[in-house]
């Protein structure tokens, strides 16, 4: 598995992440066995979020510690990083110092731990007073709660804004993407091309940004078309795409979930893939493609293949 050192920590993390937001409905024997095939691919690093399972909140965070009982010098191995400010209830968006509290003391009960590895906090809330938030951090590490923050879905401004509070660094946002829904990449490259969707940067330079600023993307829905809009692999109205996969895995004798994921590793920022798969096969097949460096030739025609325009 690909590694490195995440930025602003003294941790090596691999290149991809397991996501836990499916695990509720797992018996203690399936979660386990998800777990070992998951460290067996070289993956040491766990992602969580309060509002993940039912009952909301901190319902998988629950069934993730309850189901393996980690022991102290294996949880000391694992990286357990959560999120916090999602309120599906209502009011939706919480970012104040009560809540952000709240959620970690919650998700610590939850998964048995003394501390979380990284916080992130989750879709941005319009209503955040950055004071708010750096109090609650300033808390949480003075407590030993928390070692590290981040942010989920936030723009350049909105993580500018909680800088200029937080004393904190924060390494990680966390973002969708995926072949075809490759915004992040694709308006930097169409660039100055007038009359074309692309050219118009609706991600506000997020993807740059980032890297200026030693802030590690992390990838989610990684075979995801659209916003929740189903996978792209095997999927016919991605005849070109999938072609274009195929040819690769025939070529690198892996599966097609590994070349989706040496697509976004292959991308000199350093990101992180995040999978939300519960299918140990499938973990396996696109935990392998972090070790695939696909050339440049072959990463342009996957770009070409999933819709994106080439000047």
Not at 83 to 100: C, L, N, Q, R, T
Not at 168 to 186: C, E, K, M, T
């Amino acid at each position: 598995m690909k590694t490195f050192v995440l930025p602003g920590t003294d941790r090596v993390v691999p290149a991809v992440i397991a996501g836990m937001m499916r695990i509720q409905e797992k018996s203690d024997a399936e979660v386990r066995a998800l777990y070992e095939v998951i460290r067996e691919a070289g993956i040491d690093f766990f992602d969580h979020a309060d509002i993940y399972g039912t009952p909301v909140p901190h319902g998988c965070e629950r069934r993730f510690a309850e189901a393996l009982r980690l022991p102290a010098a294996e949880r000391e191995e694992i990286v357990l990083q959560s999120k916090a400010g999602i309120v599906k209830e209502g009011p939706y968006f919480d970012f104040s110092y009560e809540h952000i509290i709240e959620a970690v003391d919650g998700s610590l009960a939850a998964l048995q731990t003394d501390y979380l590895d990284i916080l992130l906090l989750h879709r941005p809330d319009a209503l955040v007073e950055p004071e708010d938030v750096a109090r609650a951090f300033d808390e949480l590490v003075a407590a030993g709660k928390v070692r590290h923050f981040g942010v989920s879905n936030h723009t350049p401004a909105q993580i500018e804004l909680l800088k200029r509070y937080v004393d904190q660094p924060l390494i990680v946002n966390q973002l969708q993407l995926s072949i075809p829904h490759a915004a992040l990449i694709a308006q930097g490259t169409a660039m100055n091309m007038a009359g074309h969707d692309e050219s118009i940067d609706r991600t506000l330079g997020t993807l740059d940004y980032c890297r200026l600023n030693d802030i590690t993307i992390q990838a989610w829905s990684p075979f995801q078309a659209g916003f929740f809009t189903g996978p792209f692999l095997g999927n016919r109205g991605y005849p070109e795409l999938n072609a274009v996969i195929d040819r690769l895995a025939a070529k690198y004798e892996v599966e097609p979930e590994a070349i989706a994921t040496a697509w976004i590793t292959r991308h000199p920022a350093g990101m992180q893939v995040v999978l939300g798969s519960t299918n140990p096969d499938r973990v396996r097949a696109a935990a392998a493609g972090a070790d695939i460096v696909l050339t440049r030739p072959e990463w342009y025609d996957l770009y070409r293949a999933g819709g994106h325009l080439v000047p």
